[in-house]
């Protein structure tokens, strides 16, 4: 599950850290201590993310916390499992770019994270953490970006317009990633990376090849499309031609209560065959359609007939591995 990064936690967790003289803000926010702020001269960003698991080695050394409510409290902050079993391991950071590496257990496989920034609508956001046995690609169509510290740039040059490009690569990853990689994530441009987002990929196993975040606001498709039209997102002829094309859904048979994505990370086996011809599906509605893939995303899957899929619960927009920072422009 995602969880926001800043929880008020239990009483106990709080006498705790008052007892050893820990600020108001850390007593108030326990999640806090998982997150070393570090102020950047000229940035006004807060940036570096520091886990603190030594806190709960010693209370435990000290009997003053059992074994197992401190990995109990590991997991309610949003500790991957692994650490949360061993308190007592503490991560070694890189003090020259503020980045973490997690020492995280070998796979056979190595997994790709990717973005997409076509013209110049984001700026690219350096991940904090850099997770182990991955690699981060970062698709772009503007020549002028050559070096991004933390991706590797992948130039790509399609003569389809900025949005419907980055929305191929987006849907896509089978296209574009290279052909060593079976499993990826994709997150936005609009995504700062500041954890250790491999963890989503546990997700995935032998039933799911697909797992996308719940929308933090809405669970229908209507209602998504009612309100890109009521905020200016979507035009009117965009609207009732996304209307038109959602009415072709139901008669066909979906119902609306599938619930619905929230589409800025995508984990994705995107190596299995039936998972590609579903994010075709994707794109080739995407394409036809006003804009919004999110829209489309859900009708596919039941027109598909997929199965392999699943709906994570969560705060997409601040958690224990990203947060969302929003678009630098508005898209042409």
Same mark, same amino acid.
């Given at each position: 599950?995602?969880?926001?990064?800043?929880?008020?936690?239990?009483?106990?967790?709080?006498?705790?850290?008052?007892?050893?003289?820990?600020?108001?803000?850390?007593?108030?926010?326990?999640?806090?201590?998982?997150?070393?702020?570090?102020?950047?001269?000229?940035?006004?960003?807060?940036?570096?993310?520091?886990?603190?698991?030594?806190?709960? #080695?010693?209370?435990?050394?000290?009997?003053? +916390?059992?074994?197992? =409510?401190?990995? $109990? /409290? %590991?997991?309610?902050?949003?500790? @991957?499992?692994?650490?949360?079993?061993?308190?007592?391991?503490?991560?070694?950071?890189?003090?020259?770019?503020?980045?973490?590496?997690?020492?995280?257990?070998?796979?056979?496989?190595?997994?790709?994270?990717?973005?997409?920034?076509?013209?110049?609508?984001?700026?690219?956001?350096?991940?904090?953490?850099?997770?182990?046995?991955?690699?981060?690609?970062?698709?772009?169509?503007?020549?002028?970006?050559?070096?991004?510290?933390?991706?590797?740039?992948? #130039?790509?040059?399609?003569?389809?317009?900025? +949005?419907?490009?980055? =929305?191929?690569? $987006? /849907? %896509?990853?089978?296209?574009?990633? @290279?052909?060593?990689?079976?499993?990826?994530?994709?997150?936005?441009?609009?995504?700062?990376?500041?954890?250790?987002?491999?963890?989503?990929?546990?997700?995935?196993?032998?039933?799911?090849?697909?797992?996308?975040?719940?929308?933090?606001?809405?669970?229908?498709?209507?209602?998504?499309?009612?309100?890109?039209?009521?905020?200016?997102?979507?035009?009117?002829?965009?609207?009732?031609?996304?209307?038109?094309?959602?009415?072709?859904?139901?008669?066909?048979?979906?119902?609306?209560?599938?619930?619905?994505?929230?589409?800025?990370?995508?984990?994705?086996?995107?190596?299995?065959?039936?998972?590609?011809?579903?994010?075709?599906?994707?794109?080739?509605?995407?394409?036809?359609?006003?804009?919004?893939?999110?829209?489309?995303?859900?009708?596919?899957?039941?027109?598909?007939?997929?199965?392999?899929?699943?709906?994570?619960?969560?705060?997409?927009?601040?958690?224990?591995?990203?947060?969302?920072?929003?678009?630098?422009?508005?898209?042409?």
């Amino acid at each position: 599950m995602l969880r926001p990064l800043f929880l008020i936690e239990d009483e106990s967790l709080k006498r705790l850290l008052c007892k050893y003289n820990y600020i108001d803000t850390i007593v108030e926010h326990p999640s806090i201590m998982f997150a070393n702020y570090e102020y950047k001269e000229g940035t006004n960003k807060v940036w570096g993310i520091r886990i603190l698991v030594w806190f709960f #080695h010693r209370v435990v050394k000290k009997q003053l +916390l059992n074994r197992e =409510r401190a990995t $109990k /409290m %590991l997991l309610k902050l949003g500790m @991957p499992k692994y650490f949360s079993n061993y308190p007592s391991y503490l991560l070694k950071g890189n003090d020259n770019w503020n980045i973490v590496r997690y020492q995280v257990p070998k796979k056979n496989e190595r997994i790709a994270i990717y973005t997409v920034m076509t013209g110049d609508y984001d700026d690219i956001k350096t991940p904090l953490y850099e997770s182990v046995n991955c690699d981060y690609f970062l698709f772009t169509n503007n020549a002028n970006i050559v070096e991004v510290k933390g991706w590797k740039v992948i #130039h790509i040059k399609e003569s389809i317009g900025n +949005l419907l490009l980055s =929305r191929k690569v $987006k /849907m %896509l990853p089978h296209m574009y990633l @290279p052909t060593e990689y079976e499993v990826s994530v994709y997150v936005d441009a609009s995504v700062l990376i500041w954890g250790n987002i491999v963890e989503l990929t546990h997700y995935l196993n032998k039933d799911i090849s697909f797992a996308v975040t719940k929308h933090s606001v809405r669970n229908k498709v209507i209602d998504e499309l009612n309100v890109c039209y009521e905020y200016n997102i979507i035009n009117k002829q965009a609207y009732n031609q996304a209307l038109k094309r959602y009415d072709e859904f139901t008669k066909e048979g979906f119902k609306d209560d599938m619930g619905l994505a929230e589409c800025g990370i995508l984990i994705r086996r995107h190596s299995d065959r039936d998972l590609q011809k579903l994010m075709e599906m994707w794109w080739y509605e995407f394409q036809n359609g006003c804009g919004r893939d999110q829209i489309y995303l859900m009708p596919v899957i039941h027109k598909m007939k997929f199965k392999s899929y699943r709906l994570i619960d969560g705060f997409v927009f601040s958690n224990q591995f990203c947060v969302v920072e929003g678009h630098n422009k508005e898209r042409k």
